[in-house]
């Protein structure tokens, strides 16, 4: 999976890697920070966030019209400085006045201009690189792991930021309210990273700095020929898919909205056993056991994979033992170090769990994907995408059936006033976002990589502009989840079970025309 792809995958897909793990460590904690620091209710809270997932996703529409202009390069290297202003004016720890009220409100606006300006861009360049006849069958893959290398950045943002809030209250004694801006000052840090990784190694995709096709083996670029009627008919085809990317991201981003209060409010806060040495955090960061041990469960996961692809006897060695070490060392924090003593469990923790998943996962699915393409029975791009609409369906079953018995929000909050309150197992949600990863695998990725493959080449930058346009439309709309909160719990999760099955069946109904664009 990993072989035959062009340099410059590998330098932007950690350029990004950086910057998103500064984006995710500040969103993990920010619904929280809402509250405790200016005291909003979960409705008001929601709503602030589905507006900035909102808006920082409908911008890279207007980055892609300016990029196709003027060039992607000059965008992303904008967006990053743009965005770097926005994290740092969030990191001020400025109270909860109104003062800081308008400049939270002005970060918001930098971090959603500088992103836009970024990340549409920056995929552009990515898929670019795959116009190459060359590397034309791997596009799928090489947008695989260049999500898996933004999903790098995430996997230990709740990890990190948790520790270094839990390390500015506890040593520094700074209030809990302002101990956020702790961890929103770690975005800062991130993107300095990811512009040194861009500059760097630009050498190695700056050929695709355009927004047309490279050929193989020249030096001129060739812009495909399409009628009219072929442009129509593909952005029509892209508008139909972006219709369904719209209900993905609803129902996905409840990760920081319904899922986030869940574990709040119906989640024990502490859990023992095996499941243990992945939810606890400490005052030090080397001893995040929760960041260490996922770690070291990716790193067995893609030691055993070695072992079946390494096609020397030495490389299946080296990596049955780097395999087998990472399970000893498991273990033996387990039975000699309390590693299965009662650890305390804070919901944001939860929220490493998905991108841990994207990281272990990818590359079981590719290897999946490439044993059924060597039999000719791979599923088309659009195939996928409802397949991940099902799963994803199939993951709020699973919290369906964990929330059986389970009173209302504010019957819940005076049980727990009360000490009565029922509280679930957070194997629960460990395993929804197991389920509602395997969905992201199938849709996220491959809906970039079939957008990047059908846009017109006059309107790249715009089309995968208007990717993120459907994704700022599902990210305004999580906070109709948020607003049902002191609904029934089974209602809440049903609505979004209900959006994801009609959502694929309306994939599968417009299959073949899809399937005839991307060919």
Not at 72 to 77: D, I, L, N
Not at 271 to 298: A, D, I, P, Q
Request: contains cysteine; proline residues 3%; glycine residues 10%.
């Amino acid at each position: 999976m990993f072989e035959g792809h062009p340099k410059g995958l590998w330098a932007l897909a950690l350029a990004n890697t950086g910057e998103r793990f500064g984006y995710y460590t500040m969103l993990a904690v920010f619904l929280f920070f809402l509250q405790d620091n200016f005291g909003f209710s979960m409705g008001t809270s929601s709503s602030i966030q589905a507006a900035f997932l909102g808006i920082v996703y409908f911008v890279p529409l207007f980055g892609g019209m300016l990029a196709d202009k003027f060039g992607f390069g000059k965008m992303v290297t904008s967006g990053i400085v743009i965005m770097f202003l926005g994290y740092l004016l969030l990191s001020l720890p400025l109270g909860a006045g109104a003062v800081a009220l308008g400049v939270m409100a002005l970060a918001l606006l930098f971090i959603c201009v500088g992103t836009g300006l970024f990340k549409g861009n920056l995929q552009v360049l990515v898929g670019n690189l795959y116009d190459d006849p060359k590397y034309s069958a791997k596009r799928d893959e090489g947008f695989s792991i260049f999500y898996m290398a933004i999903n790098l950045g995430s996997m230990f943002a709740a990890a990190v930021a948790l520790s270094i809030m839990a390390w500015a209250q506890d040593s520094l004694g700074i209030s809990k309210g302002d101990s956020y801006h702790y961890a929103f000052a770690v975005a800062c840090v991130s993107l300095i990273l990811s512009i040194v990784i861009y500059y760097a190694f630009r050498k190695t995709f700056a050929h695709a700095d355009r927004a047309k096709a490279v050929a193989a083996g020249a030096n001129e670029v060739v812009e495909e020929e399409l009628t009219p009627a072929q442009t129509k008919e593909r952005i029509i085809c892209l508008c139909l898919v972006f219709a369904v990317v719209i209900f993905f991201w609803m129902a996905f981003h409840q990760n920081g909205i319904t899922m986030n209060q869940f574990a709040r409010e119906y989640t024990a806060t502490s859990e023992t056993g095996f499941m243990s040495l992945f939810l606890s955090k400490s005052l030090s960061f080397t001893e995040v056991r929760s960041f260490w041990n996922l770690l070291l469960c990716v790193i067995t996961v893609y030691g055993v994979l070695n072992i079946f692809q390494s096609k020397t006897a030495k490389g299946k060695a080296i990596a049955g033992l780097i395999a087998v070490a990472s399970v000893g060392v498991l273990v033996y924090k387990a039975m000699n170090v309390g590693g299965l003593a009662p650890v305390a469990v804070e919901a944001p923790i939860f929220q490493q769990f998905n991108p841990c998943f994207v990281v272990a996962l990818t590359p079981i699915i590719g290897i999946i994907f490439g044993a059924l393409s060597k039999k000719g029975k791979e599923p088309s791009s659009p195939m996928k995408i409802g397949l991940g609409m099902l799963v994803a369906a199939m993951a709020f079953i699973v919290l369906m059936v964990a929330s059986i018995g389970l009173p209302p929000a504010a019957e819940q909050a005076d049980a727990v006033a009360a000490g009565t309150a029922t509280l679930v197992s957070p194997n629960w949600l460990i395993s929804t976002y197991f389920v509602l990863t395997i969905a992201e695998l199938l849709l996220s990725p491959i809906g970039i990589s079939f957008v990047s493959k059908v846009a017109p080449p006059k309107y790249k930058g715009m089309m995968m502009g208007g990717w993120f346009v459907a994704t700022a439309i599902g990210n305004f709309l999580i906070m109709v989840p948020g607003l049902m909160w002191g609904m029934n719990l089974s209602i809440i999760w049903g609505v979004l079970i209900a959006i994801c099955l009609v959502s694929a069946a309306f994939i599968f109904s417009i299959l073949k025309r899809l399937e005839a664009v991307a060919k």
